[in-house]
């Protein structure tokens, strides 16, 4: 068919109709009812694509929102347990997680880790109290302790000859089955020295407010009231003075090892008296013990060459 035929058609059928066709503006039809035009696989793709997106923000919405209804509840449980409204609770659980089983080196190995500051300490403490306990056990005690008061020190090297030399003239006090003299020294010298001479002071004033220490060596210089022993009937010869027996004589220098002994050597007792230490009655009674041992010194001291 010929375009001029085709014209003639189209306006013999609109020449037929009863009503005119007025022209209709694309515009002001409402989308829904325009025709539906094919999609093309593109399009398909991208409604698929938002589709799916809007339907995982709905469901993370919706867990979001489970979870912040969860926590609320949890923390009502817990404001009531806490306040004591509940005992226990449904919604919160105590999960207690199984230790893990260790190996016994690993155990020694975890309590040394964490404790080994405590264990060292109580390893010492033990160590200590032990060796303290045992020096109290085994060590020797002293049946009679002498006090050696000089202004120097030549009788110090000497201490083992002199405590060995008095233990032959003493008695078993104590009753152990051995007899022990034990020689304590306090060096004079060094007076000028402040520090020397009052560490020196208070070691004798320390000591003679004991009234255990009744025996004193001493080579008469010091100023200290060291001697109280007063002569009584029987010591009248060369060898008692009033600081008490002259240590120099053939018997001592050989017993001592000590030539050279100077004269001004003596060994005395202590009167019994009051002390804020010791009291009377306890004095008297060390005096009376060891009275016996110092006249026996007297007796082979006297008895030898001068």
């Not at 094919?38 to 867990?63: C, G, I």
């Not at 008695?171 to 560490?199: A, F, M, R």
Request: glycine share 4%; hydrophobic share 35%.
């Amino acid at each position: 068919m010929s375009q001029k035929e085709q014209n003639e058609n189209e306006e013999k059928i609109l020449s037929e109709s009863d009503e005119p066709i007025e022209a209709v503006d694309e515009s002001e039809i409402h989308p829904s009812e325009m025709p539906d035009k094919p999609k093309t696989d593109v399009m398909l793709y991208l409604d698929e694509e938002v589709k799916a997106r809007e339907e995982a923000s709905r469901t993370d919405r919706e867990a979001r929102a489970q979870h912040e209804k969860e926590l609320q509840e949890k923390k009502i449980e817990l404001t009531k347990l806490k306040m004591g409204v509940i005992d226990e609770s449904d919604t919160i659980k105590e999960v207690h997680e199984e230790a893990p089983k260790l190996s016994f080196g690993k155990k020694v190995e975890n309590i040394w880790y964490r404790s080994k500051w405590i264990i060292l300490f109580v390893v010492f403490c033990v160590v200590a109290g032990g060796y303290i306990i045992y020096s109290q056990v085994t060590s020797e005690k002293a049946d009679m302790t002498v006090l050696v008061v000089m202004d120097n020190n030549s009788l110090y090297a000497r201490t083992e000859q002199v405590e060995e030399f008095l233990e032959q003239y003493c008695d078993d006090l104590d009753g152990n089955g051995y007899v022990h003299v034990l020689v304590y020294n306090i060096v004079l010298s060094d007076l000028e020295d402040v520090t020397s001479s009052t560490s020196a002071q208070a070691q004798i004033m320390t000591q003679l407010m004991t009234g255990d220490n009744i025996m004193i060596i001493s080579d008469g210089t010091t100023e200290f009231e060291v001697h109280d022993f007063t002569q009584d009937e029987g010591y009248d010869d060369d060898c008692m003075t009033e600081y008490g027996i002259v240590l120099n004589c053939a018997l001592t220098r050989e017993e001592l090892k000590w030539e050279a002994m100077p004269d001004e050597l003596y060994i005395g007792m202590r009167q019994p008296q009051e002390l804020s230490g010791t009291k009377l009655e306890k004095m008297q009674e060390n005096f009376d013990e060891l009275l016996p041992m110092f006249e026996r010194l007297y007796e082979a001291i006297s008895a030898s060459e001068p």
